[in-house]
């Protein structure tokens, strides 16, 4: 189609390497070539005819998701949308209602979670971003509605993710449809499982792929009239026969056979080596791929059988199967003796024959023969013809395909018999994976049989799209009777028909031996030279070329003849049917005998493909299709690379393309009544104003315009191709004659700007000189002033420095004077000072030298005395001298002197170091010792004087003992001797005691040091013994609370609950012993002991069980009417709560060790809750039941489970104290020491709170849910509102909150009053208005997520006002009672405040990370950004340097994370504990409580009610 171009238009351009390019018009010339620019830089000059438009504002946006959404439908727009989205992660895109899904080759998780499922269940189609779980829950919904299976056609190259989105789609149905998993497994897992199986045994390397799909698979998941999933089967069509005997180089056979080759000791065992050594393999030379251990695959093969249920002999049979395919291969023939018949050519060729023939357990020769000849029955007999070594070989491959064909479709039924099918299923919805269209350079049989079944598909595709088209018309009621669309049903006539068409003529030419290729090349031209979609390659006598829906293809029919004949030999089936191999022989059931004339069915491979697929196409039109189409972005498998050549190849492949040329046949461009007015409303301006009709105004401005041949529907306008180009191009023409407007007035303003800015210049500059003279005469002045007071100051400053000069002169005279004489008293006083000093010392040493002098004066005299003594014993020795023994006791005598003084000297010396406190009373001791001795020296004269007289006598007699004088001499030489001896012993003796002086100061030392020592360790072992004493009480308390732990774990694992319950309801009776009460039932008796004690003592065994009985039924009774009556509030107290816990209280219940009473309470709280209105019924059994449970928390102390070690349980034992005791104020604050059952049910109360809690918010939370479904979008307004609305992006419209916002407010305040009616705590009102906001905040944000219609300027601007009247609401309640709600609002509030923002591309990303959007993440900031668009201004998303940085930090996070969703989580946890409780209710006193009239009519109660001291006793406890 010819375009109106001019300059500045955007185009695409086509372009060999990147199929089409954008581009800007330069010039258009008369020649109808326009010059253009592309984006690469280059110009180059097109024909107009080649071009297409593009729409300015793509650049802008992030693409649409639904391709009929575009402004310009075409080749190059749909190609150039789906690589903007999938740069940004967003691999799904509708055409309509078919789903085109891109391969990411990454993790996406966060598309595929149970949350994601959960949003798409139930919603509609279109409604959310496309997904392929919407494609799914279309198909299940109209399954459901329609009451009509479905069927869901997945289709794509290889590579492109067909399995994995077939996975997906099962998962869905698997998460709507709800069966229960068999074996722990579920439908969709026990298809996947397998899935390693089919893909051994059906898959194979092509030219394009490794892993190829070789046949159709159909997945029906199977459903009952409920919905509900209850079976799954596997079809599979279309299966490639002819590759298991024949492949092209670089291709391979299906896998399995190489799988077996390198299974190691299996392979051995069926004789099998290198793949290069047998026949059907070594046709190519890839034996390996890349990446792939075909060992491993084995290995994995091999768990698929076992998780498939296939037994090990089975398995067996299996590879013995394919191993003898693999042998059969290697027979080789050669011409035998007689004319055209055949033998085994050589005896390699014998021995892979005769291993076929064991590995299918047959007679060899039986199986040579069924090679070689064939048999004819004839009325004569049988008649045995011999075949030559082509037949032969013909025959071999005819039987290697035949057993490989049955022994696939066992394992499809072995699967299906795994996978359990229900033949009674009412629907079902099947799942297609299949083969795409192929293209190669060397095109064979497979390739058209290819063809031919995606053609089959395409023509029920078109036909489904035709019918979309239809409807979509229908429903808006406009005109399309004369509409045509193209069909390829000559094409199909040209491959199928009968009897001359290109199925038939290749049957035709199989059927004759003689027949060729060329022959067959030469009858198809012949039949069809004038066709049209038959062409004749130039260069080839025997190809020809079809044109397909996708393009041409030329096929090489060299090959064609062989791989279509497929003949059904009867003697191949007979022998393998008497297989000795059971496996073998099922494979081949027996037939029933025909009288045939020949041996030989004749059946071909396209003949047999045609029934498939028809029977294939049978079933489709029995169901409603939905298109899944597949893409594989780049050959690479690589992220975020889009090859653009490809994708165009597999768009035109895949019937996109073809859907994009019907739709172009009608009326491609759809717009909305208010978009179209948006868009094009100023085209028409004066009638904007007039009518409020859209349909109206849209058909004033068509024809103001002078199009024509458009359709206005009932909610949308038709046009046809190119009309919306004449639009855009009128559209600019008023935009750039507004635009030259603007800039006109803009300029007028800006020089008007300039003069008013000129002339307060000048008024500024004259002002301003002024002010300069007034400020110079100013300053004179000033200066003149400054003189005279410079002048007045200096005067001061200098008389001021003279009066200071004078007065430091006289303070330095008065100074120095003052110091003068304190300096001559200084040394009066000091001269006064020595002299004392110096008489003191002259004192000092004259008392010293006459203590000296008296000193020396007593030794002499000693040494005098002392020599006196000697003398007179020298004397006595001479008168002795005479005589020996004279001698010698005078001798010893001197010994004994001489040891009388030692002694002496020791005392003396001993004395002398006694200390300096000793001093005095020596002095003394000496003076009288003096005294003595003095006394003795005059005793010491007069024995000198007799002495004398006596030496006169002695004299003589010394003469007469001259001669014994030598030896006195030598006597007294050693007396000499001994004294030198004793003063050495003296000397000796002054070192020793000098030492022991020093030993005994350290012993002094020593003593000190040890009494500190001491103290301090009797200090230690005082505080040991008080440790001791400490530990030894602990110990005590320890054992003793193991022995009660100890019998509390042995009651509970006797008695669990329920058995408690059971033992009580049958006894009537408690358990309860209080050691007080002298071993008597204290529930029992619940009237006061003393009145009650008497009678029961008096009773009888019997009567006093029944009394029991009778009154546990009162009690029960009065709880039941409690819990079942709403008692109300007094004084906004829970009054059943108090008279609950005052029975409770009143009947010793917690003491108990066993009893009933508290399941009673906790049934009848639970029976309450479901019945009755839940809106109150909930609220006020929250209020009661807390209350209750904090009434537990703070009366009740726990009897302190121990987990003590097994170490300590040795530990004697203490016997178990009394069960029920009142704490005094020093141990336990007046609370109640409960046992388990009183433990048990404070437990139970605390879940039964949080479930009630749980109840009240996921109720709010459902009645919440849809009116938030109805403010995430803004409603349309009325049009003439929105003709008469400013434009101007400056000035935000003041939007007042619609009636869906109103609705949650009402709701908001209904919440807070039936709370408030029911007295609920404020904790519990806060914890719910917070969780609330949470849930709103979620809600509105995953839903501006999912949703690209709501990341819009207006609906940013709606939900904004919307969340300021919640922010209202907030205020006007008490912060009591919405606590953090503002601060949940975070995420919803400050993605709505990106979305207003007028200039998000001047934003950084730093600044919309930590200035706008701070608490969101990196992948909900990219999420926003990519999907933002503006609906009312025009404005721009961020640039796309921040969408690239982004980009970046989104992969690198995907890298490091385990959850990539960018959806909040719904938090379903109960924020608060039994603690929290207690902490933030005030306290409760229930004897304050007045009981209600009835309790008074129960004589168990009677005492609440009349005995005033028990309200006080229990006030007291409380």
């Known amino acids: 189609m010819e375009l109106n171009l001019r300059k500045g238009d955007k185009v695409w351009v086509e372009d060999k390497d990147l199929a089409w390019i954008p581009g800007d018009v330069l010039d258009s010339s008369s020649d109808k070539k326009v010059h253009v620019e592309t984006s690469t830089g280059k110009k180059v000059s097109v024909s107009s005819e080649k071009l297409f438009r593009r729409d300015p504002d793509d650049e802008e946006h992030n693409g649409v998701d639904d391709m009929t959404k575009l402004t310009y439908l075409h080749e190059p727009g749909v190609l150039y949308n789906l690589q903007r989205r999938y740069s940004l992660n967003d691999i799904y895109t509708y055409t309509g209602s078919i789903l085109i899904a891109v391969n990411p080759f990454k993790k996406l998780p966060h598309l595929y979670d149970a949350y994601m499922m959960e949003q798409y269940k139930g919603a509609p189609f279109g409604e959310l971003s496309p997904h392929v779980f919407a494609v799914s829950e279309v198909a299940y919904r109209a399954m459901i509605d329609d009451s009509r299976s479905q069927s869901i056609l997945v289709s794509g190259e290889s590579g492109a993710g067909k399995t994995e989105t077939t996975k997906l789609i099962m998962q869905y149905l698997t998460f709507v449809g709800g069966r229960a998993a068999v074996d722990d497994r579920s439908v969709e897992q026990q298809v996947l499982e397998s899935n390693p199986l089919l893909e051994a045994f059906g898959n194979a390397k092509t030219v394009r792929n490794d892993n190829s799909s070789r046949f159709g698979k159909f997945v029906e998941i199977q459903f009952d009239a409920n919905g509900r999933i209850s079976g799954a089967a596997i079809r599979t069509y279309l299966l490639e026969r002819s590759r298991v005997v024949r492949i092209t180089d670089p291709e391979r056979n299906y896998h399995c056979f190489y799988q077996l080759c390198a299974s190691g000791n299996d392979a051995d065992k069926y004789k099998l080596s290198n793949p290069r050594q047998f026949h059907y393999l070594n046709q190519s030379k890839t034996y390996e791929l890349e990446g792939v251990s075909n060992a491993q695959e084995y290995k994995n093969t091999r768990r698929a059988m076992d998780i498939v249920g296939i037994s090990h002999d089975e398995q067996d049979g299996i590879f013995r199967t394919l191993a003898a395919i693999l042998h059969l291969g290697n027979v080789e023939f050669s011409p035998g003796k007689e004319h055209d018949s055949s033998v085994v050519k050589d005896q390699e060729s014998r021995i892979h024959l005769e291993m076929a023939a064991d590995l299918f357990k047959c007679d060899p020769n039986l199986l040579l023969a069924s090679l070689c000849t064939r048999s004819i029955l004839t009325r004569e007999g049988p008649i045995i013809k011999a075949l030559d070594c082509n037949a032969a070989v013909t025959s071999r491959d005819a039987l290697a395909k035949t057993v490989y064909a049955r022994l696939f479709d066992w394992l499809v039924d072995k699967i299906n018999r795994s996978v359990g099918q229900d033949p009674n299923s009412r629907f079902k919805i099947g799942v297609l994976d299949i083969y795409g269209f192929e293209c190669f350079k060397s095109n064979s049989f497979e390739q058209f049989c290819i063809n031919f079944a995606n053609e089959k598909l395409q023509q029920h595709f078109n036909e489904h799209v035709f019918k979309m088209e239809q409807d979509e018309y229908r429903k808006e009621e406009i005109n399309w009777s004369y509409i045509e669309f193209v069909d390829n049903q000559d094409v199909l006539d040209l491959i199928e028909k009968k009897p001359i068409g290109v199925i038939a003529l290749l049957d035709e030419a199989c059927m004759f031996p003689r027949s060729t290729h060329e022959s067959f090349s030469m009858k198809l031209f012949h039949n069809f030279k004038t066709h049209p979609r038959?062409?004749?390659?130039?260069?080839?006598?025997?190809?020809?070329?079809?044109?397909?829906?996708?393009?041409?293809?030329?096929?090489?029919?060299?090959?064609?003849?062989?791989?279509?004949?497929?003949?059904?030999?009867?003697?191949?089936?007979?022998?393998?049917?008497?297989?000795?191999?059971?496996?073998?022989?099922?494979?081949?059931?027996?037939?029933?005998?025909?009288?045939?004339?020949?041996?030989?069915?004749?059946?071909?491979?396209?003949?047999?493909?045609?029934?498939?697929?028809?029977?294939l196409m049978e079933t489709l039109n029995e169901t409603e299709p939905h298109y899944v189409r597949c893409v594989k972005p780049n050959s690479l498998n690589r992220p975020q690379k889009f090859e653009n050549p490809s994708v165009l190849h597999q768009l035109r492949c895949g019937g996109v393309l073809e859907a994009v040329r019907i739709s172009l046949a009608g009326y491609p461009t759809r717009r909305n009544y208010p978009d179209f007015l948006d868009r094009f409303g100023l085209l028409a301006p004066e009638f904007m104003d007039e009518s409020n009709d859209e349909q109206a105004l849209t058909e004033k401005i068509l024809r103001k315009v002078g199009l024509g041949n458009y359709q206005l529907g009932r909610t949308k306008v038709f046009l046809r191709a190119g009309q919306i180009g004449i639009l855009d191009s009128r559209r600019a023409e008023v935009l750039d004659a507004s635009a030259r407007l603007i800039q006109r007035r803009l300029r007028t303003f800006v020089t008007h700007q300039n003069f008013i800015s000129a002339r307060a210049s000048a008024i500024s500059i004259q002002a301003y000189c002024r002010?300069?003279?007034?400020?110079?005469?100013?300053?004179?002045?000033?200066?003149?002033?400054?003189?005279?007071?410079?002048?007045?100051?200096?005067?001061?400053?200098?008389?001021?420095?003279?009066?200071?000069?004078?007065?430091?002169?006289?303070?330095?005279?008065?100074?120095?004077?003052?110091?003068?004489?304190?300096?001559?008293?200084?040394?009066?006083?000091?001269?006064?000072?020595?002299?004392?000093?110096?008489?003191?010392?002259?004192?000092?040493?004259?008392?010293?030298?006459?203590?000296?002098?008296?000193?020396?004066?007593?030794?002499?005299?000693?040494?005098?005395?002392?020599?006196?003594?000697?003398?007179?014993?020298?004397?006595?020795?001479?008168?002795?001298?005479?005589?020996?023994?004279?001698?010698?006791?005078?001798?010893?005598?001197?010994?004994?002197?001489?040891?009388?003084?030692?002694?002496?000297?020791?005392?003396?010396?001993?004395?002398?170091?006694?200390?300096?406190?000793?001093?005095?009373?020596?002095?003394?001791?000496?003076?009288?010792?003096?005294?003595?001795?003095?006394?003795?020296?005059?005793?010491?004269?007069?024995?000198?004087?007799?002495?004398?007289?006596?030496?006169?006598?002695?004299?003589?007699?010394?003469?007469?003992?001259?001669?014994?004088?030598?030896?006195?001499?030598?006597?007294?030489?050693?007396?000499?001797?001994?004294?030198?001896?004793?003063?050495?012993?003296?000397?000796?003796?002054?070192?020793?005691?000098?030492?022991?002086?020093?030993?005994?100061?350290?012993?002094?030392?020593?003593?000190?040091?040890?009494?500190?020592?001491?103290?301090?360790?009797?200090?230690?072992?005082?505080?040991?013994?008080?440790?001791?004493?400490?530990?030894?009480?602990?110990?005590?308390?320890?054992?003793?609370?193991?022995?009660?732990?100890?019998?509390?774990?042995?009651?509970?694992?006797?008695?669990?609950?329920?058995?408690?319950?059971?033992?009580?309801?049958?006894?009537?009776?408690?358990?309860?012993?209080?050691?007080?009460?002298?071993?008597?039932?204290?529930?029992?008796?619940?009237?006061?002991?003393?009145?009650?004690?008497?009678?029961?003592?008096?009773?009888?065994?019997?009567?006093?069980?029944?009394?029991?009985?009778?009154?546990?039924?009162?009690?029960?009774?009065?709880?039941?009417?409690?819990?079942?009556?709403?008692?109300?509030?007094?004084?906004?107290?829970?009054?059943?709560?108090?008279?609950?816990?005052?029975?409770?209280?009143?009947?010793?219940?917690?003491?108990?060790?066993?009893?009933?009473?508290?399941?009673?309470?906790?049934?009848?709280?639970?029976?309450?809750?479901?019945?009755?209105?839940?809106?109150?019924?909930?609220?006020?059994?929250?209020?009661?039941?807390?209350?209750?449970?904090?009434?537990?928390?703070?009366?009740?102390?726990?009897?302190?489970?121990?987990?003590?070690?097994?170490?300590?349980?040795?530990?004697?034992?203490?016997?178990?104290?009394?069960?029920?005791?009142?704490?005094?104020?020093?141990?336990?604050?007046?609370?109640?020491?409960?046992?388990?059952?009183?433990?048990?049910?404070?437990?139970?109360?605390?879940?039964?709170?949080?479930?009630?809690?749980?109840?009240?918010?996921?109720?709010?939370?459902?009645?919440?849910?849809?009116?938030?479904?109805?403010?995430?979008?803004?409603?349309?307004?009325?049009?003439?509102?929105?003709g008469k609305s400013s434009r101007s992006p400056g000035v935000a419209p003041q939007q007042s909150p619609s009636s869906q916002w109103e609705n949650i407010l009402k709701f908001l305040d209904s919440l807070m009053s039936r709370l408030r009616q029911n007295h609920v705590p404020s904790f519990f009102i806060r914890k719910l208005v917070t969780q609330v906001f949470s849930f709103i905040n979620l809600s509105l944000f995953n839903s501006l997520l999912l949703r690209r219609e709501c990341c819009t300027f207006s609906n940013g601007e709606y939900v904004k006002s919307g969340i300021a009247e919640l922010e209202k609401w907030i205020a006007s309640v008490k912060e009591e009672f919405s606590g953090t709600s503002w601060h949940e609002l975070n995420y919803i509030r400050q993605a709505v405040g990106f979305l207003v923002i007028h200039q998000k591309r001047?934003?950084?990303?730093?600044?919309?990370?930590?200035?706008?959007?701070?608490?969101?993440?990196?992948?909900?900031?990219?999420?926003?950004?990519?999907?933002?668009?503006?609906?009312?201004?025009?404005?721009?998303?961020?640039?796309?340097?921040?969408?690239?940085?982004?980009?970046?930090?989104?992969?690198?996070?995907?890298?490091?994370?385990?959850?990539?969703?960018?959806?909040?989580?719904?938090?379903?946890?109960?924020?608060?504990?039994?603690?929290?409780?207690?902490?933030?209710?005030?306290?409760?006193?229930?004897?304050?409580?007045?009981?209600?009239?009835?309790?008074?009519?129960?004589?168990?109660?009677?005492?609440?009610?009349?005995?005033?001291?028990?309200?006080?006793?229990?006030?007291?406890i409380i």
């Open 771 to 1282: 002010g300069c003279l007034s400020r110079n005469a100013y300053a004179t002045r000033r200066n003149a002033a400054a003189a005279v007071l410079v002048q007045k100051h200096a005067r001061r400053w200098l008389s001021r420095c003279a009066f200071v000069k004078f007065v430091s002169s006289a303070l330095v005279i008065q100074s120095y004077i003052r110091a003068d004489s304190a300096r001559l008293k200084f040394a009066h006083q000091k001269q006064h000072r020595a002299a004392s000093v110096i008489q003191a010392r002259w004192r000092m040493h004259k008392f010293r030298s006459a203590f000296r002098h008296r000193q020396s004066s007593i030794i002499a005299i000693q040494c005098c005395w002392r020599r006196k003594l000697a003398k007179r014993e020298f004397r006595k020795l001479k008168q002795a001298a005479n005589e020996t023994g004279a001698l010698r006791l005078a001798k010893t005598k001197l010994e004994k002197r001489l040891e009388d003084l030692e002694w002496r000297l020791q005392l003396e010396k001993r004395l002398r170091t006694s200390g300096e406190e000793a001093k005095s009373g020596e002095v003394s001791k000496l003076q009288k010792t003096l005294e003595s001795f003095s006394l003795k020296l005059d005793a010491a004269k007069l024995a000198t004087i007799n002495e004398c007289n006596k030496n006169a006598v002695l004299q003589k007699q010394l003469d007469i003992s001259i001669k014994e004088k030598a030896a006195l001499v030598k006597e007294l030489n050693g007396m000499v001797e001994l004294e030198k001896e004793n003063t050495s012993l003296k000397n000796s003796m002054n070192s020793l005691e000098k030492k022991n002086l020093a030993l005994e100061k350290e012993l002094l030392n020593a003593k000190t040091d040890f009494s500190n020592t001491l103290q301090k360790l009797k200090e230690a072992e005082k505080r040991c013994s008080e440790l001791q004493t400490n530990v030894q009480s602990l110990e005590e308390k320890l054992s003793r609370l193991e022995n009660e732990n100890h019998v509390l774990r042995q009651n509970t694992l006797s008695l669990s609950p329920k058995r408690i319950g059971q033992r009580l309801g049958e006894k009537h009776s408690s358990a309860i012993v209080p050691a007080q009460n002298d071993k008597r039932s204290v529930f029992a008796t619940p009237t006061p002991s003393k009145h009650i004690m008497p009678i029961s003592h008096s009773l009888s065994e019997p009567r006093r069980s029944k009394f029991t009985a009778e009154r546990n039924l009162e009690n029960y009774e009065l709880l039941s009417r409690c819990i079942k009556e709403n008692l109300g509030f007094n004084d906004d107290k829970p009054l059943a709560a108090c008279v609950i816990y005052k029975c409770l209280l009143h009947w010793h219940a917690f003491e108990s060790e066993s009893t009933a009473i508290f399941n009673i309470i906790i049934e009848g709280i639970n029976e309450a809750l479901k019945g009755g209105d839940e809106n109150s019924v909930l609220p006020y059994w929250l209020s009661n039941s807390s209350a209750l449970l904090c009434l537990l928390q703070r009366n009740l102390r726990s009897n302190s489970f121990l987990n003590a070690s097994a170490q300590r349980s040795g530990r004697a034992a203490y016997g178990v104290k009394t069960p029920f005791k009142l704490h005094g104020p020093d141990d336990g604050a007046g609370q109640i020491e409960a046992r388990y059952p009183a433990i048990l049910f404070k437990q139970q109360l605390t879940a039964c709170v949080e479930k009630i809690y749980g109840l009240i918010r996921d109720n709010l939370k459902k009645e919440l849910s849809p009116l938030l479904g109805l403010c995430i979008q803004a409603p349309k307004a009325s049009r003439g509102a929105a």
């Open 534 to 615: 038959l062409e004749k390659p130039k260069f080839s006598e025997t190809d020809f070329t079809l044109s397909h829906y996708a393009g041409k293809v030329t096929y090489q029919t060299e090959t064609f003849l062989d791989k279509n004949r497929d003949y059904a030999i009867v003697e191949h089936c007979n022998l393998l049917s008497s297989s000795k191999c059971p496996f073998v022989a099922g494979l081949f059931p027996s037939a029933p005998e025909e009288s045939t004339r020949s041996s030989y069915k004749f059946s071909s491979v396209s003949s047999r493909f045609k029934q498939q697929l028809q029977a």
């Open 1402 to 1516: 001047k934003k950084s990303l730093e600044e919309i990370r930590q200035d706008l959007c701070p608490a969101l993440t990196i992948r909900q900031i990219y999420r926003i950004s990519t999907m933002y668009w503006d609906d009312k201004y025009g404005t721009q998303s961020v640039s796309s340097e921040v969408v690239s940085q982004m980009r970046v930090l989104v992969d690198k996070d995907s890298q490091k994370l385990t959850s990539n969703s960018f959806l909040l989580d719904d938090d379903m946890s109960i924020p608060f504990s039994a603690e929290d409780i207690d902490k933030a209710i005030p306290v409760l006193d229930p004897s304050e409580i007045e009981p209600p009239k009835f309790v008074s009519e129960y004589t168990c109660a009677q005492s609440l009610v009349k005995n005033p001291s028990k309200a006080s006793a229990s006030k007291q």
